[in-house]
């Protein structure tokens, strides 16, 4: 069968939604699918692995209507059209990020190559894709997240300098690796020192004692005659290298961050290329996102958050920084959503959440994020194998066992047991609640902490938020399953949680809601975690609103998802703006100030002084600007339909590039007085909902392309009919 193409073109061919490298063929055998600089392959574990694709055409409103895939073993097959494995003939289908394999069983440790065509919703065939391939694990299950092997990245000093008899080298930024120099003695047994470290001193020396657990190291290397390249052997740091911690694998060893190096002791010229830092992370694509605006700070902090989600991707899975580099929930959570809005890449995301789910912490509200991360995945992949194949260990993260009559759980009460220790994949005895980290007085800080006085009772308002938010995301996947009468047992549950919040947490003379039943006091985070879960009646939105710009920001770089999350969908841009470009000593502008390139663990050294300066989850900008700010957030799973919804405040303009798996999501908005004008690309087989904010200007007038068209507005917003595929020109006018 002979077809021409016609305008819908397909790409980036994805297995388990990884990407293997360019296949090249060399002496008639393909070489390909490593990572780059380690030597290890990318392996498919699953028997039934699922397909991907992207499409792309020049056509307005372009939907895929079918697909055709073939595989085979052997690549000349496919050029003579036979795939000898599996031919799934022409499926009626808009699926294209998680078409599941349906051919002959998979061979283990076998190379196996396919492509894929599709026609597109006026019945018009594309050509058949480029040949990509996989390659099989030695084992196959029902079920396994694949991944890509770490990768590590050479990298040259920014600057090199001397300054008497020390040689100093900054890189430009901090980053998880190791040091490579070449360097020349005339004798053998001349011995130089190396010393690494994140921070200097004022003079531009290494900072030997920077505290906390900002690292600096110092190593002596005896030399032969002659020149060599030494790969410095870095010690393991006892702390980061427990039981719990998550090792550096062995094809890549130990690594350790930093930004500044020195040497000293050695004897003739050095020069930037003599030294060479291999960068440990997980696969990044640098130009899978861009964000800038009309705000120098605010292009700052996008650029210190993004790269902040590359740098810290070191372990393979999300860690929770340097000190300890374990996973912990509320870390992997907020790293999730981040990594989502820099990257097109989600294995690293699901597999940290598959893991967390069998090695639970402590916190109770951490153990609740499990299904949030859950529902993330699902939505921003399309992808509902991880949620199947874990479903009773989700349905027990909702922490039902605790739950009292009153419609509220507690840790309080008594119910904790082994059976539920069990059941969550806990090790310890109990759970206890958190709220915030640190708590008042925790490791010397200074203040109240970071809990905004936060007054712990036997019904936390904090943990029953996030019951609340966890019982409806579990609800939509227990649906997604057709586990009905599941979704309607948690969609009741979640509808008792909501009443006893207005009827036992809301202070109707303050209008705002208590910490808990047995207190009088309101904090930023009860009020914050209940207006960004949908707890908060609308009537009553203004006034938690006020209240949460009344208490500033009293809470954690952790809390600050919710923080932001929550003003967001106040409708508060502008506070939002300030929050992000903030100057202050809880900022993430005081991170750079700082010195820090990777976000902290806390907004500043007084706040928390054994913390490290590369923790991923003080990188919250990283979503918030692409989700909030800009709007731009999936409406159904696998990016089917999205919401753009930008708030950008004062900011006279702004444009951002979103990743997602049907392609690139493009968005610049510019403002001025009394016109507000977008540029948005919307790629194929996705259709988009347009919002925008229109407050000042009177009588608007909407044009889509130079046209006229109509459109309903709903508090301070316009909203346009469902758009498809293409580039469009809107201009908002009175």
Not at 443 to 455: H, R
């Amino acid at each position: 069968m002979t077809l021409q193409a016609q305008d819908v073109q397909v790409h980036h061919l994805k297995v388990d939604h990884l990407q293997y490298p360019a296949l090249q063929m060399v002496n008639g055998y393909p070489v390909g699918g490593y990572a780059i600089g380690t030597g290890q392959r990318v392996l498919i574990a699953n028997t039934q692995p699922a397909f991907g694709w992207e499409l792309s055409g020049a056509r307005m409103g372009i939907m895929q209507s079918a697909y055709r895939i073939m595989v085979s073993q052997n690549r000349d097959s496919l050029t003579k059209g036979v795939g000898g494995i599996w031919d799934s003939g022409k499926m009626e289908s808009e699926e294209s990020t998680t078409v599941l394999y349906q051919g002959i069983p998979l061979e283990t440790n076998s190379n196996y190559f396919w492509q894929v065509m599709v026609w597109d919703d006026q019945g018009r065939p594309s050509s058949w894709s480029a040949i990509s391939n996989f390659w099989t694990a030695d084992s196959l299950s029902d079920y396994n997240t694949s991944a890509y092997p770490l990768q590590k990245t050479d990298e040259m000093p920014k600057s090199l300098t001397k300054v008497d008899d020390v040689v100093r080298i900054d890189f430009g930024k901090a980053s998880f690796g190791q040091l490579r120099l070449t360097l020349a003695a005339s004798k053998d047994g001349d011995t130089i020192t190396v010393r690494l470290g994140e921070a200097v001193n004022p003079d531009g020396s290494i900072n030997r004692d920077p505290g906390g657990t900002i690292r600096y190291a110092k190593y002596q290397v005896p030399l032969m005659r002659g020149r060599h390249t030494y790969r410095l052997q870095l010690s393991p740091n006892q702390r980061n290298t427990g039981p719990q911690a998550i090792k550096m694998p062995d094809y890549i060893g130990e690594v350790m961050p930093f930004r500044y190096g020195e040497v000293t002791g050695h004897v003739g010229e050095l020069k930037k290329d003599d030294f060479v830092r291999s960068t440990v992370h997980y696969p990044f694509d640098d130009f899978a996102s861009d964000f800038e605006s009309s705000d120098s700070i605010l292009n700052a902090v996008w650029e210190l958050c993004k790269y902040s989600i590359k740098a810290t991707s070191f372990a393979g899975i999300y860690v929770d920084g340097d000190r300890e580099r374990i996973p912990y929930e509320a870390d992997a959570y907020i790293n999730q959503l981040c990594h989502y809005g820099v990257d097109k890449e989600y294995s690293m995301a699901r597999r940290s959440h598959e893991y967390l789910l069998h090695h639970a912490t402590w916190p109770t509200e951490w153990i609740l994020q499990s299904v949030l991360m859950a529902y993330h995945d699902y939505l921003y992949t399309g992808d509902i194998r991880s949620a199947r194949h874990y479903y009773e260990d989700l349905k027990a993260k909702l922490l039902l066992p605790l739950r009292e009559n009153n419609g509220l759980i507690s840790t309080k009460t008594e119910k904790q047991n082994k059976q539920l220790m069990q059941a969550i994949h806990f090790q310890g005895d109990a759970l206890r609640d958190i709220v915030d980290w640190p708590h008042t007085g925790g490791f010397g800080m200074v203040g109240n902490g970071e809990t905004d006085g936060f007054v712990f009772t036997t019904y936390n308002a904090v943990v029953n938020a996030f019951h609340y938010k966890a019982l409806r995301d579990m609800e939509k996947l227990a649906v997604a399953l057709g586990n009905h009468d599941d979704a309607a047992h948690f969609s009741i549950k979640a509808d008792e949680t909501y009443k006893a919040f207005q009827s036992l947490l809301w202070d109707k003379r303050k209008r705002v809601f208590r910490d808990g039943i047995d207190t009088d006091h309101a904090s930023l985070h009860t009020n914050m975690m209940a207006l960004a879960f949908g707890l908060v009646p609308e009537k009553e939105t203004r006034h938690v609103m006020d209240f949460i710009r009344s208490r500033g920001v009293a809470c954690s770089v952790y809390g600050s998802q919710f923080l932001l999350d929550a003003t967001y969908t106040a409708g508060d841009a502008n506070y939002g703006l300030s929050l992000l470009t903030s100057q202050g000593d809880r900022s993430w502008y005081n991170m750079i100030r700082a010195g820090s390139t990777i976000t902290m663990e806390a907004w500043d050294n007084k706040y928390k002084p054994n913390q490290d300066w590369n923790h991923a989850w003080g990188a919250v900008p990283a979503n918030a600007i692409p989700r909030k700010l800009m709007g731009v957030e999936p409406l159904e799973p696998g990016w089917r339909t999205f919401r753009v919804r930008p708030q950008i405040g004062s900011l006279e303009w702004a444009t951002i590039k979103v990743p997602t798996l049907k392609g690139s999501v493009d968005l610049s908005c510019r403002q001025g007085q009394g016109t507000y004008s977008m540029h948005l690309t919307i790629p194929p087989n996705t259709q988009a909902y347009i919002e925008i904010p229109v407050q000042a200007i009177p009588n608007p007038q909407v044009t889509v392309n130079g046209r006229k068209v109509d459109f309903e507005l709903d508090h301070g917003f316009i909203r346009l009919s469902a758009m498809g595929s293409g580039t469009y020109d809107i201009e908002v006018m009175k």
